[in-house]
């Protein structure tokens, strides 16, 4: 889904993008896409 809406062919594409992000910009970016209004 996170390839796809940055518009990635390649998933390790996207798995880079998201590795330059500190690991608290990481969980928190997590938090927001995984939260459906529980």
Request: charged fraction near 30%; glycine fraction near 6%; aromatic fraction near 14%.
């Amino acid at each position: 889904y996170i390839s796809e809406s940055l518009g990635h062919t390649d998933l390790k594409t996207t798995e880079n993008y998201l590795a330059s992000f500190e690991k608290e910009e990481r969980i928190k970016n997590a938090a927001f896409l995984t939260n459906f209004g529980d």
